[in-house]
């Protein structure tokens, strides 16, 4: 065994462990070769939660720049997670490394009671600071050697930080059914999203459009300053519907711009508008004032046609918006145990000349009153003032409750409801309902709702899109599970065997 110090930059020393079988030490060059059951242990000395742990059969290192060199059976284990391989390439003053015939395990969020862990294979991996680069690779958050699921892509790219990742080209696989993803097309997953992305055209029906399918997208690189989305819905009675979208952050302020054509708007209660955004333009920005409180605000600009449709009114005209939000308490909402409010305020002109005002306040909270039920609730209030030629643009209810359940029927079936109740008309104006099935990483639903009378199909990924709950995960000491192996095994158990082998 070898201790040996270095030195990256004058306010930080690091010391590295050296251990294997033989090892052979420069002191004049710091060249350092290990041979069997190879090890470098390197660590921060006035930061012991920051290290990497290097196993390979041999390894040979340059301890003045920090870079080594592994080959056969490589482990590298670091704070933020485990890879593993066949050779690699790692700069300890960088964080850069390149592995390949790749396995990677990472958390990708934290949870209140588990962590989600993201497991990748590839061909090669790369990874510098919070982005790491996948080729020909297999990413999935289920934990098994044959996952209930996987994105079976060409390129995938997972920003750690910004929690994000982007697919390109290849498919979907669901128990062993490989379902292409469209070519040429970039495809974000954004962790901790509402909903998942629209990967694969998951049909749904409603009587007002018939059949419908709908995608999204990346636009351009998703490296760039400027983040694009798009997306693409084709529906049997209402035809194509089209958007796309592109963010540009300056500093604390959100910039926004794009143009939607037949978006389908739920803001009314009792209508589905079709809308169009011809375009829109938007700032937007959001500060923290004290502990859990946050001031957002912003102003919109655009022209907006809204559809003559039924009882609906064929509407076009400008509008400029400016909008104010405060709000506090939990940030994840319906979460049991939790409780929020906010106060928001708007006023927005229109080119003929109408002006439309608005003041609002909400409370909520969420509580689970059995191991089988659990619901939050929201009271909401508004005043107005003006009038807006828009419907999706108009307040309907004055004085409200939004309400919301969970009703668990054992470990795997649940269903959902949620109303809005009118309290000022005394009536329930809109409701839907989810029946949930949940199969360890994944869980399928079938919804309704009665506005636009919509009936869905949908999977979720537990502890990513949804608010189901991961299955419990092995923790990063253990590392990914043994995919390549199992890979191997199944090649060589498929190929012809040769005449001496049949003997």
Avoid at 267 to 286: A, K, M, T, Y
Avoid at 349 to 358: F, L, N, P
């Amino acid at each position: 065994m070898l201790l040996v110090s270095s030195s990256r930059v004058c306010a930080e020393r690091v010391t590295a462990t050296l251990d294997a079988d033989q090892v052979d030490f420069s002191y004049d060059r710091r060249l350092v070769s290990l041979r069997g059951n190879a090890r470098v242990d390197s660590q921060v000395v006035d930061d012991p939660t920051r290290f990497v742990r290097l196993n390979a059969e041999s390894i040979e290192g340059d301890l003045s720049r920090g870079r080594f060199e592994l080959i056969g059976d490589v482990r590298i284990v670091t704070p933020r997670g485990v890879l593993e391989g066949e050779s690699a390439f790692y700069d300890t003053t960088t964080a850069r490394y390149s592995v390949r015939k790749a396995a990677l395990m990472a958390p990708l969020t934290e949870l209140v009671d588990a962590e989600v862990c993201g497991y990748a294979y590839a061909r090669e991996i790369t990874g510098e600071d919070e982005v790491v680069y996948l080729v020909d690779a297999r990413f999935t958050t289920c934990d098994r050697a044959n996952p209930h699921y996987a994105l079976e892509v060409n390129r995938l790219r997972w920003n750690t930080e910004a929690e994000q990742i982007v697919v390109e080209g290849g498919g979907i696989r669901l128990y062993g059914v490989r379902i292409p993803l469209i070519p040429g097309l970039r495809h974000s997953v954004a962790v901790g999203a509402e909903e998942a992305p629209e990967l694969l055209p998951v049909p749904g029906y409603t009587d007002r459009e018939g059949l419908r399918l709908g995608w999204s997208f990346v636009l351009g690189e998703p490296t760039a300053d400027i983040v694009g989305r798009a997306g693409l819905g084709l529906r049997q009675r209402k035809g194509i519907q089209a958007w796309a979208w592109g963010l540009a952050d300056v500093g604390n302020l959100e910039t926004r711009f794009g143009a939607t054509v037949r978006e389908n708007n739920y803001e009314d209660i009792d209508h589905v508008v079709s809308l169009d955004r011809l375009p829109e333009v938007g700032v937007h920005g959001s500060w923290d004032i004290v502990a859990d409180q946050r001031l957002s605000a912003g102003i919109t600009l655009g022209h907006y046609r809204q559809h003559a449709e039924d009882d609906v009114p064929g509407v076009s005209d400008d509008r400029v918006l400016l909008e104010a939000k405060l709000h506090g308490g939990a940030e994840r909402r319906g979460t049991p145990g939790t409780s929020w409010w906010w106060v928001r305020g708007s006023h927005a002109e229109y080119a003929d000349g109408a002006h439309y005002s608005t003041v609002g306040a909400g409370l909520g909270g969420a509580t689970s009153l059995t191991p089988w039920l659990s619901g939050s609730a929201e009271l909401r209030h508004h005043l107005t003032d003006g009038a807006s030629p828009f419907i999706w643009d108009d307040i309907d209810i004055e004085t409200e409750l939004s309400a919301e359940s969970a009703l668990r029927f054992g470990p795997d079936w649940g269903v959902r409801l949620a109303g809005r109740y009118d309290l000022d008309r005394n009536e329930l104006r809109s409701w839907r309902a989810q029946l949930r099935r949940r199969e360890h990483c994944l869980t399928y639903t079938l919804g309704y709702s009665d506005t636009g009378d919509f009936l869905s199909l949908g999977i979720e990924i537990n502890g990513l899109f949804g608010s189901e709950e991961p299955p419990p995960q092995r923790c990063a000491e253990e590392g990914p599970p043994d995919y390549w192996g199992r890979e191997d095994r199944a090649e060589n158990a498929d190929s012809p065997k040769s005449a001496d082998d049949r003997e």
